[in-house]
């Protein structure tokens, strides 16, 4: 027999191997933005609630870098994010908050219970803003600079160990 | 019994469970010119859903799809070619929101090998067979 005739199976058993490997592999679920390093975009969004302004994209122009919290009423993992935002505007950040799809009941009743972190709240009912800024879920929250730039984004809810990461990721794009 | 059964089934009301906001006008509305809404149809079923990540969106009931969806139609209807809705939305969110695969840095492979694999087996056969060809010639 010749060896060439066994390069087949070999390749067979490699790639068999290969996807036997990739299987075990954890998958990747969270689909990141390609608008990091992108200015953001012009948008206006109505206030999400009575009583406090909407979001433009003037909001994030000037001074100095914030933080935009993509999040929701209804959304679990922001009720155990809210402390970490509540941290995170001690240390002096500016936090303006994006209510997705959410009624301005829902969402006084929110800050009621778990506190009001945010500078000014807009309510995006269809999604318009989180499409324009690659977002994929709820919540998101990104580090924008002083020009409008979009920096940094950390997809999921924000932890105790997130904070410092944030904090630093705003000194760097001071 | 039957009829308590019933009162309870009517009671049961899961869809109330979920978000209760009315979807984006062109989530679950077909635009009306049917050209259009083929273009767009044709379009929706090639973009990925972002929540349920093996679903189109025209397949998809989840809010974000509906939301997607809205975009579609609304920008098929302002007169934008499909081609470049599907760029705005690789362009946020890269290749992966598409199923339609594009030729790039790093798909090229996908497209090389298998015609590179053609190639040989074009050139093993052609050889083999003139050989045989060519043996009986001489027998």
Same mark, same amino acid.
């Given at each position: 027999m010749r060896l060439a005739y066994f390069i087949p199976l070999a390749l067979f058993l490699f790639f068999a191997g290969l996807a036997g490997y990739q299987l075990t592999q954890p998958k990747e679920q969270n689909v990141r933005?390609?608008?990091?390093?992108q200015p953001l975009p012009e948008f206006t969004l109505e206030p999400a609630l009575e009583g406090m302004p909407g979001v433009s994209r003037?909001?994030?122009?000037?001074g100095q870098p914030r933080l935009l919290n993509i999040w929701a009423?209804?959304?679990?993992p922001c009720i155990a994010e809210a402390p970490h935002l509540e941290r995170l505007r001690e240390e002096g950040v500016e936090i303006i908050g994006i209510a997705v799809r959410d009624r301005p009941e829902a969402v006084a009743d929110f800050l009621n219970r778990y506190g009001n972190p945010y500078s000014r709240i807009g309510s995006d009912d269809i999604s318009e803003l989180m499409l324009e800024i690659g977002a994929s879920g709820v919540p998101e929250t990104y580090v924008i600079d002083a020009a409008g730039n979009i920096r940094y984004q950390h997809i999921g809810d924000i932890r105790a160990d997130t904070v410092p990461l944030l904090l630093e990721k705003l000194e760097e794009v001071r | 019994m039957r009829l308590w059964f019933a009162i309870l089934a009517l009671m049961?009301?899961?869809? +109330?469970?979920? !978000?209760s906001m009315p979807p984006a006008p062109y989530a679950y509305t077909q635009l009306e010119d049917p050209a259009l809404e083929a273009e767009a149809t044709e379009l929706m079923e090639t973009?990925?859903? +972002?929540?349920? !990540?093996?679903?189109s969106i025209n397949d998809s009931d989840a809010p974000m799809a509906g939301d997607m969806r809205h975009q579609v139609r609304s920008r098929i209807l302002a007169g934008e070619s499909p081609d470049a809705i599907r760029s705005w939305l690789t362009q946020r969110?890269?290749?992966?929101?598409?199923y339609q695969p594009e030729v790039s840095s790093t798909t090229w492979p996908l497209f090389a090998i298998p015609l590179l694999l053609l190639l040989i087996v074009g050139g093993v056969l052609f050889t083999r067979l003139g050989k045989r060809r060519s043996d009986k010639g001489t027998e």
């Open positions: 933005s390609q608008m990091i390093e003037a909001d994030f122009v000037e009423s209804w959304c679990l | 049961a009301a899961p869809v +109330l469970a979920q !978000q973009l990925r859903c +972002l929540k349920c !990540q093996s679903q969110y890269g290749d992966y929101v598409s």
